[in-house]
């Protein structure tokens, strides 16, 4: 049976061929239109096409009073050299043989007064604590001195008596030479006693005592009659120069013994300090060793940050900072090794209830931040780290306009 197809339809399929068949051709021809298409643009569309896009400064006014209100001050830029530091922590620590100062009893006794407490200051040769003796052997050595002194004047008045009998015949010259050997041995006797009591404390006026017969049932423990200690010169910045640095008085920093204590000869009674010079001690890892060594080598200057330091309350600073030494071993826990640097300590005094004080600016066991110099960059532009804005990985720096 045939199919009748309408002439709509057949209209429909012939503009469906006719679309497709300029779509096929305008395809494949396009090498020859495309060209001529293009050169029919203007010069402003290709050039927007062709330009990157550029993106507007970004401007950020502020006013005089903002500008104040953060502080905001603008320098010019230039070229400079500049040093690649790295920051090691710290902290101020006490110089060993220097700082503090042990007293220990001269003799067996029992602590019969305390004439200075924790906190006060104290000048050289006065009373830290009297004592009452019970040492039998400084009883003995006091007794010994006395009997050697007595004797020894026994003999020289013996040696005048018989010196002109011995002249004359009358006795042999013998007993003399006898007399003037046992006269010797009496007066090494007497050195030796009185080298043991100076080495125990005693002033040369209470061994003269002693000699005459007053025996001492006290003794007084003073102050050192200087805090004279050798120390490197921290204000000039050389290491190798060797200062005298001379504490004209002690804190007493503990006490060690109670009043009525008993104590043995040798026995800690306090600690005196004087906080005048300490060390800056840094902890840095095996792998900073070989810039550290060199920065000591070398001399450079370090740089410090003290932390919980009022620096408006005292006077500036002035010293710079050099390694003077590293240590040679390493600690097992932490993996990190010691270096030092000395450090000049600054003080004021003030006085209550008729008692001097001191107050140190800086303490043991004040933290620190120690930027070491290891390498220098030259002909760069220095900017300090405030100038400079982080935004996760970007980085800006503001510029003055006007």
Do not use: C
């Not at 209550?352 to 110099?373: A, C, L, S, T």
């Not at 290891?374 to 002909?379: A, G, L, R, S, Y």
């Amino acid at each position: 049976m045939p199919i009748k197809i309408s002439g709509k339809l057949l209209r429909t399929v012939a503009y469906l061929v006719v679309v497709v068949g300029i779509g096929l051709g305008a395809y494949f021809s396009r090498d020859i239109w495309l060209p001529l298409l293009n050169q029919n643009s203007g010069p402003n569309e290709i050039a927007q096409e062709n330009s990157p896009l550029t993106e507007e400064p970004k401007v950020l006014k502020l006013s005089p009073q903002a500008r104040a209100n953060l502080g905001l001050v603008s320098k010019p830029v230039s070229i400079e050299s500049y040093w690649r530091k790295i920051q090691i922590p710290g902290v101020i620590v006490e110089r060993p043989g220097v700082t503090d100062r042990g007293i220990t009893s001269p003799v067996a006794g029992v602590v019969t007064q305390v004439h200075a407490f924790e906190g006060d200051i104290i000048q050289p040769g006065e009373k830290l604590f009297t004592l009452r003796l019970v040492s039998e052997y400084l009883q003995k050595t006091q007794s010994d001195l006395f009997k050697a002194i007595r004797e020894t004047e026994i003999l020289n008045k013996e040696i005048t008596r018989i010196s002109e009998l011995a002249k004359s015949g009358v006795i042999p010259g013998k007993r003399v030479l006898e007399l003037n050997q046992q006269i010797r041995r009496q007066q090494a006797l007497i050195d030796a006693h009185r080298q043991d009591l100076s080495t125990r404390g005693l002033l040369p006026v209470q061994i003269e005592r002693i000699e005459e017969g007053e025996f001492l049932t006290t003794i007084d423990v003073l102050a050192p009659e200087s805090a004279e200690t050798n120390g490197e010169s921290t204000s000039t910045g050389s290491p190798d120069e060797d200062d005298r640095a001379i504490a004209s008085f002690f804190e007493i920093q503990a006490l060690k013994v109670d009043l009525g204590q008993q104590v043995a000869a040798g026995e800690l009674l306090a600690v005196l300090a004087n906080h005048n010079s300490l060390y800056i001690k840094g902890y840095a890892f095996k792998k900073e060793a070989s810039n550290l060594a060199k920065a000591a080598e070398n001399g450079w200057i370090v740089d410090v940050e003290f932390t919980e330091d009022m620096a408006q309350d005292w006077p500036k600073l002035e010293q710079s900072f050099e390694i003077r030494h590293l240590a040679n071993t390493t600690d097992p826990d932490s993996r990190t090794f010691d270096f030092f640097i000395p450090l000049s300590n600054q003080s004021r005094s003030y006085e209550k209830d008729g008692r001097p004080f001191v107050v140190w600016r800086f303490r043991p066991g004040q933290r620190v931040r120690i930027q070491v110099p290891v390498e220098e960059m030259k002909n760069v532009i220095v900017l300090p780290a405030a100038a400079v804005f982080r935004d996760g990985p970007e980085a800006y720096v503001f510029q003055q306009n006007g």
